[in-house]
């Protein structure tokens, strides 16, 4: 199985700031990782896909990069409406598996 | 409109079985595959499974292999799972998703359905 490992696991951040969440992959995913964000008591939302393609709707704000085994969700100025809990997730093989997730708490 | 609805919570007691139904739109059922993911209370994304509503066929994740059955009704475009012998580690909230097109990311996901496993 392929493992995802993220970090921080918390971060406290301020509106402005600039975010960045990293996931780290077991072993070579290329570049088929999506990120999701899920605020409490709501479904999560697909942000992005293949690494770094944004989905429709998603502010311009999120980007991501990265490549095999490490990969970056960047939020270039956080957002009130921004504070929630990033999930990573690889879908280059079975079983699909989800990093532990990184709350971002406001400052 | 594309959308995946899913039946309500339940409360089962452990060693019963529950069964949680995802109706999806017809576009959904006809063209994309279907997948479970769970959430613990208070814990991450864990998927369940992966499933053809055009073939019936299903992949599952080794830990719910052999306990977990996933079914479809074409007539209603609605996908099924029904997972035995509950135990309280099986109480968390299941979604139902629709897979981004031609890969296994998700870009639409059900309302959830919240199954408790309480004695």
């Known amino acids: 199985d392929t493992q995802m490992t993220q970090s921080p696991s918390t971060l406290s951040a301020s509106v402005g700031d600039r975010v960045t969440i990293t996931c780290r992959a077991s072993q070579s995913i290329s570049l088929w990782v999506a990120w999701y964000q899920q605020k409490p008591g709501k479904t999560p939302r697909l942000l992005i896909y293949?690494?770094?393609i944004l989905e429709s709707g998603v502010p311009s704000r999120f980007s991501g990069s990265g490549s095999g085994t490490e990969f970056t969700l960047t939020i270039s100025s956080l957002q009130p409406d921004d504070f929630a809990t990033y999930y990573c997730?690889?879908?280059?093989?079975?079983?699909?598996?989800f990093g532990g997730g990184t709350k971002v708490e406001i400052k | 409109q594309l959308q995946l609805v899913q039946s309500g919570a339940e409360v089962k007691e452990p060693g019963a079985s529950v069964k949680v139904s995802c109706k999806a739109s017809r576009d959904i059922f006809i063209s994309y595959y279907i997948h479970w993911v769970r959430q613990a209370p208070a814990q991450g994304l864990e998927w369940v499974a992966m499933f053809n509503p055009r073939s019936g066929s299903t992949t599952y994740a080794q830990n719910f292999q052999g306990r977990v059955t996933m079914t479809r009704d074409t007539s209603t475009a609605t996908v099924y799972m029904e997972l035995f012998s509950l135990k309280s580690e099986d109480t968390a909230v299941y979604y139902c998703v629709r897979n981004g097109a031609g890969h296994n990311y998700f870009d639409l996901w059900g309302q959830g359905t919240l199954i408790s496993v309480s004695s």
């Open positions: 293949r690494a770094s």
């Open positions: 997730q690889q879908y280059v093989s079975f079983p699909l598996t």
